[in-house]
Each structure stands twice: as structure tokens, then as C-alpha cells.
């Protein structure tokens, strides 16, 4: 909750197009945003994605009848 809030302030100080990566140019330089949108691509949305996969696979077996072993061995997969 405080992120998001944090960030409508920002957005309404900064009225610029681009979201995160244009408040951080904008408030400490072009340096930091270019570093942000890197690690978004190589480590943030990534591990988002596959915890997100690891959940939706934990949920999907509550609607297949598997052993611990089959859901074990499905997650792996």
C-alpha cells in the first residue's frame, strides 16, 4: 500500500509518460532508470512469472484427483 501510494504521488508531480522508469529519470538521473529496466527484465518480472507458475500448478492439482507424488513430480515439470 505504500508503494502505490508512494508512486501516485510521484505521478501526480510528474506528469511524464513511462511510469517507474520516467520518475527515476527524472529524479535521480538516467543512470538508475536504465539499471531498473534491466533488472525488471532479468530478475523481477521473471521471478514474478514463475512464482506465479508454481502457484497456478499448486492450484491446478486441487482440481485433478493426483498421489503427493504425481502433484511432486507434475510441479517439477
Do not use: H
Not at 12 to 39: R, S
Amino acid at each position: 500500500m505504500a508503494a502505490g501510494l508512494t508512486v501516485a504521488e510521484i505521478a501526480a508531480a510528474i506528469p511524464k509518460t513511462g511510469g517507474l522508469f520516467a520518475y527515476l529519470k527524472e529524479l535521480y538521473g538516467e543512470k538508475w532508470a536504465f539499471l531498473l529496466g534491466w533488472v525488471q527484465t532479468l530478475v523481477y518480472i521473471p521471478g514474478s512469472m514463475a512464482a506465479l507458475g508454481i502457484v497456478f500448478a499448486t492450484q491446478a492439482t486441487a482440481f485433478v484427483n493426483l498421489t503427493d507424488l504425481q502433484q511432486k513430480y507434475w510441479q517439477l515439470q
